[in-house]
């Protein structure tokens, strides 16, 4: 029996791909002075770049969940087809997506008992969650059914690197991640934080270097630490907030390794409602490891 992935727009795939593999993606809702928006819609392109300028002029962004409205037409449009659903979505630990859409799938498929729907909280974000998105989707392709999938994730989700460095904390801050003092120190003497996903999908301090320079260089460190030589040829992403010069520095340092079997590096922009609260510069790299730390 045919099944459908469907994920939200904290994925931070490229719609390229999302079409290339029929990828469904409920559309997360960011707001400023009370006009509401909504993070990805199939076929409308969004100028993140003008997103991230607005920000950097001082304007405000607040987030919320899915548009229920659109999420509930996605969903029953899948049931309508005879389709099953896997829904792969949104760290827990940062957003109430993932139990939203996992209750509204439990809601609908009430009303069509013939239908299966399983739901995978990745414990990631941007294309932490998007890389185990497109990886379910090659698997799919290749034959494997809804659990088969489905159990490789709650396997794999604990060995999805989240590296990430960011180059304002005040965001953070904002967002209620870190103290003020600590985001005003940080901005004083310079010092980017490199941060990761723990196990349980929460965002988690490890280290502070000085200069933007080094932070990027941290990250690809980290990789080499860490890296799943085991996994065979890896799909690399990195997400950024506007700040693509770093984006393919780090991507560049990568592929020059002759040491990493990397298949291919995906760049594209952190959407949004992820970047209303990490800011301007933040710049993410995903990867599978050996662990998470």
């Known amino acids: 029996m045919s099944y459908t992935i469907v994920t939200d727009s904290s994925c931070n795939l490229p719609e390229a791909l999302i079409e290339r593999y029929g990828i469904e993606v409920l559309p997360l809702r960011f707001m400023s002075e009370g006009k509401e928006y909504v ?5 409308k392109v969004t100028d993140l770049a003008a997103f991230y300028t607005m920000m950097r002029d001082g304007k405000v962004f607040t987030t919320s969940l899915p548009n229920q409205q659109l999420s509930t037409d996605i969903i029953r449009t899948e049931f309508e087809r005879g389709n099953d659903i896997l829904y792969i979505g949104f760290s ?15 809601e609908i498929g009430a009303a069509y008992p013939d239908r299966r729907h399983t739901a995978v909280d990745t414990r990631g974000a941007s294309l932490g969650e998007g890389l185990l998105v497109l990886y379910a989707a090659r698997k799919r392709e290749l034959g494997h059914s809804l659990d088969e999938v489905a159990a490789w994730l709650d396997d794999a989700r604990f060995r999805l690197a989240h590296w990430f460095t960011v180059d304002d904390l005040m965001y953070l801050y904002r967002g209620g991640r870190v103290s003020r003092p600590a985001a005003t120190a940080a901005a004083f003497l310079s010092i980017k934080p490199v ?12 280290e502070k270097v000085r200069g933007r320079r080094r932070s990027v260089k941290a990250l ?7 890296w799943d030589a085991d996994f065979g040829p890896q799909t690399v992403a990195i997400s950024h907030g506007d700040c ?11 592929r020059d390794d002759r040491a990493l079997e990397v298949e291919d590096v995906i760049v594209n922009y952190v959407d949004p409602v992820i970047g209303a609260h990490s800011g301007p510069g933040t710049l993410a790299l995903f990867y599978m490891a050996k662990s998470r730390d």
């Open 39 to 43: 993070s990805f819609l199939k076929g």
């Open 92 to 106: 827990s630990k940062l957003s109430g997506t993932y139990e939203a859409t996992a209750a509204l799938l439990d």
């Open 195 to 206: 941060l990761h996903m723990d196990d349980a999908g929460a965002l988690v301090p490890v």
């Open 220 to 226: 690809f460190d980290h990789l080499k630490k860490s």
């Open 244 to 254: 693509m010069k770093d984006a393919q520095e780090l991507a560049q340092m990568i």
